[in-house]
C-alpha cells in the first residue's frame, strides 16, 4: 500500500510538473507573438543622385555612394521593402523580412532612371520614388532628358515601374513649393478649413488620376513635400485613400501589425553626402 501511495504521489508531481512546463511554452509563445507583432524599420530619403562631385551637397549623392549605402544594408542582413509591403504587414496581409528596410528618392528626379534603377536591377533590390506631376507633365512635353535637371517623364516611369524594383508614390500634382505662404501642401495662415480641403483634395487626386492614365497605378502613399505637415491634412490625406505618409522626421519607425495609424506621419533619414556609409547607417540602424 505504502509503495502504491510512493507511486501515485511520484505520478501527481510528475503530471503537475509537466503542466508547468506546458503553461510556460504557452506563456512564451504569447509573449513571442505579441513581441512579433511590432518591428522596427528605417526608411532612407534619399533625392537627386548625380556623378558631378561639384554638384554634391545635403541633397545630392554620388552613384558610386548610394550603391556602397545598398551593399552595407545587404551585407549586414537588411532587405529592401516598397511603403505598400510595410501597409500589407500592418493589414495582416503580407509578410515582412527579419529586418525590413525602406528606400526612397523623393521629387522624381531623371537620375534616378539614369542611374538608380540600374544599381537595384543590379543588387536585386527595391525603392520608392515620390513623383510630382507637374513635373511629369512638364518634361514629358519638353522630352528634356538630362540628369542635372530634369524630371521623370511618364514614359520613364513606365518603364521604371515594369522593371519590379520601383514603387512610385504622390508627392502632389503642383503643391511642392516652400516660398509664398503656403508651405508644401500645408494649410495657409488665416485659411478656412473648407478651402484647404478642397485644394489639397483637388491637387493630390489630380496626380492620382495622371498616374492612373499614365501608368496605371493609384499610389496608396503619399510624401509630404520638404517634409511640412499640419494636423489638418491628416484626414483629408486618409479621406483620399491613402494609408501611409511619409515625413522628413528622422527616427526609426515601428511597425505594428492591426495599428494603421503607426504608418501616418512615417520618419525618415536624409542621406547627405560627405558622409561615409558606415558612419551614416551606423547614425540609423539599431
Not at 540628369?147 to 508614390?169: F, N, T
Not at 492612373?212 to 513635400?225: C, Q
Request: aromatic share 10%; glycine share 6%.
Amino acid at each position: 500500500m505504502k509503495i502504491f501511495r510512493c507511486f501515485k504521489l511520484k505520478s501527481i508531481a510528475l503530471a503537475a510538473t509537466a503542466c508547468a512546463l506546458v503553461l510556460a511554452a504557452l506563456i512564451t509563445t504569447v509573449v513571442f507573438v505579441y513581441a512579433d507583432n511590432k518591428i522596427d524599420v528605417p526608411i532612407i530619403m534619399y533625392h537627386s543622385i548625380l556623378k558631378d562631385e561639384e554638384r554634391l551637397n545635403d541633397y545630392v549623392l554620388s552613384p558610386v555612394d548610394f550603391e556602397k549605402d545598398l551593399v552595407y544594408l545587404r551585407e549586414n542582413g537588411y532587405e529592401t521593402v516598397f511603403v505598400s509591403e510595410l501597409i500589407d504587414y500592418v493589414k495582416g496581409i503580407g509578410e515582412l523580412p527579419e529586418k525590413p528596410v525602406v528606400i526612397t528618392l523623393d521629387d522624381g528626379f531623371y537620375n534616378n532612371l539614369t542611374y538608380v534603377l540600374p544599381i537595384l536591377e543590379r543588387l536585386d533590390m527595391k525603392a520608392t520614388i515620390s513623383v510630382v506631376g507637374d513635373f511629369c507633365d512638364r518634361d514629358s512635353q519638353s522630352g528634356e532628358k538630362s540628369p542635372y535637371y530634369s524630371c521623370l517623364a511618364w514614359d520613364d516611369l513606365r518603364q521604371m515601374q515594369q522593371s519590379g524594383h520601383i514603387e512610385i508614390a504622390n508627392h502632389t500634382y503642383s503643391l511642392h513649393s516652400d516660398t509664398g505662404e503656403r508651405k508644401g501642401c500645408c494649410i495657409k495662415s488665416g485659411e478656412s478649413f473648407s478651402d484647404y480641403q478642397n485644394i489639397l483634395i483637388a491637387d493630390v487626386m489630380k496626380l492620382q488620376r495622371r498616374l492612373f492614365e499614365e501608368t496605371g497605378s493609384k499610389p496608396s502613399v503619399f510624401t509630404y513635400p520638404y517634409g511640412f505637415i499640419c494636423d489638418e491634412s491628416i484626414d483629408i490625406l486618409k479621406g483620399c485613400g491613402f494609408e501611409a505618409t511619409l515625413t522628413c522626421r528622422e527616427k526609426v519607425n515601428i511597425i505594428e501589425q492591426g495599428n494603421p495609424d503607426c504608418l501616418l506621419g512615417l520618419c525618415r533619414f536624409n542621406r547627405p553626402s560627405g558622409i561615409s556609409t558606415e558612419k551614416f547607417m551606423k547614425k540609423i540602424l539599431r
